[in-house]
């Protein structure tokens, strides 16, 4: 399986962006969905999780009312809406799959990650 990451660019604080997440498969459904996140010099932060039947239980503190992630089966593709970006959210975007009934906090239950696509904010 293949994760191909999308949209991330250089914007302004306050601006939005919308990632996107698309995977080479036909058993998308059978996978939570997570976006992560890294910024130079810190460990991978996990952003927001989402079943495969859409539920997204969890966000992180730090993206809670800003970030919406949401999936779309029939296209294989899980979006992360950002919005009332800051600077403090500058990094790289992950999108990872792990197979249902894995534990998806756990970074190390993750079977694919995609390649990542930068975001900058600027102050």
């Known amino acids: 399986v293949q994760l191909q990451a999308s949209g991330g660019g250089l914007v302004q604080a306050g601006d939005s962006l919308r990632l996107s997440c698309a995977a080479s498969t036909r058993a998308f459904s059978n996978y939570t969905m997570t976006w992560f996140r890294q910024a130079p010099g810190t460990e991978r932060e996990f952003v927001a999780p989402?079943?495969?039947?859409?539920?997204?239980?969890y966000y992180a503190d730090s993206v809670k009312g800003r970030f919406t992630i949401s999936r779309d089966n029939a296209k294989n593709t899980v979006y992360l809406q950002m919005n009332s970006l800051k600077p403090e959210d500058t990094a790289t975007y992950y999108c990872?799959?792990?197979?249902?009934?894995?534990?998806?906090?756990?970074?190390?239950?993750?079977?694919?990650w995609g390649q990542g696509t930068q975001v900058t904010v600027s102050s």
């Open positions: 990872a799959a792990a197979t249902r009934g894995k534990n998806y906090f756990d970074r190390d239950d993750y079977d694919y």
């Open positions: 989402i079943t495969w039947r859409g539920s997204a239980p």
